[in-house]
C-alpha cells in the first residue's frame, strides 16, 4: 500500500488515517506486548501510510502517555503501607470500650 492515498488533510484522507489508527491499536490491546508487533505489523504499516509523519508521531506518543496512565491508575502506594498501630494501651482501650448504636 505504498502511496496508496495522498497524505494531505482532506476529511476522507483524516478518516483512513483514524481508522487505520484505531485498527491498530486494537489489535495492540488484543495480544501480548512481545506478539503485538509482528501480529499487527501490516496494520502499522497500514497506519504509516495513511496518516501523516508527523501525526503518527503525536499518536504513539498519546498511545504510550496513555498506556503510562492506566498502569499508574493500577498502582496504589498505600496498599504497599504497613497498617497504621496505635500504642499498646490505645489498643488495649479500643478493644473494651462498647460504643452503642443509636
Excluded at 496494520?43 to 503510562?68: G, I, K
Amino acid at each position: 500500500m505504498e502511496n496508496a492515498v495522498k497524505k494531505g488533510d482532506t476529511k476522507e484522507n483524516r478518516k483512513l488515517c483514524y481508522s487505520s489508527r484505531d485498527a491498530y491499536w486494537k489489535c495492540l490491546d488484543r495480544t501480548s506486548e512481545k506478539l503485538g508487533e509482528s501480529k499487527c505489523k501490516h496494520l502499522r504499516e497500514d497506519y504509516e501510510n495513511f496518516c501523516h509523519p508527523s501525526w503518527v508521531m503525536h499518536f504513539d506518543n498519546l498511545r504510550l502517555n496513555e498506556l503510562a496512565t492506566r498502569k499508574y491508575a493500577m498502582f496504589d502506594p498505600v496498599d504497599d503501607l504497613p497498617p497504621v498501630r496505635q500504642s499498646p494501651e490505645v489498643e488495649a482501650k479500643m478493644k473494651t470500650t462498647f460504643i452503642p448504636f443509636d
